[in-house]
């Protein structure tokens, strides 16, 4: 069993940073993902990060977001720059128990999800 938290999630103005961070505890896991979720809308990929380190970003966050991640500590990080009203949404944490090749899974390969955290910009 694997426990995994969000923190770091608030309220920001335009062009502001927020650092958010995900621990999971339980045992080590392989890839390490950030989604998000707004109301009525799917839940869509943000950035992920394999065990060795190799990322993965959407479009919508590259050049803005930064994905990274501690093994020794297992967490992960997303340093959220230059953010934008539409950034605002639910931010969910998830993992991986197997290790995958391939930067980019499908959320369905993501074996245990956090709570979430709300990350809100205000224009």
């Known amino acids: 069993q694997v426990h995994v938290v969000e923190s770091g999630g608030g309220l920001v103005q335009e062009g502001g940073s927020l650092r958010l961070s995900c621990v999971a505890s339980g045992r080590s896991v392989g890839h390490m993902a950030w989604y998000r979720q707004v109301p009525g809308k799917q839940r869509e990929l943000v950035a992920a990060?394999?065990?060795?380190?190799?990322?993965d970003y959407s479009d919508f966050v590259k050049g803005r977001f930064t994905i990274s991640r501690d093994n020794a500590k297992n967490t992960a990080y997303l340093q959220m720059d230059s953010l934008k009203p539409e950034d605002t949404a639910v931010y969910y944490c998830a993992v991986t128990l197997r290790r995958y090749p391939s930067s980019r899974l499908s959320s369905r390969n993501y074996d245990y999800w956090g709570q979430g955290t709300q990350v809100t910009v205000s224009s």
């Open positions: 990060i394999t065990s060795g380190g190799n990322t």
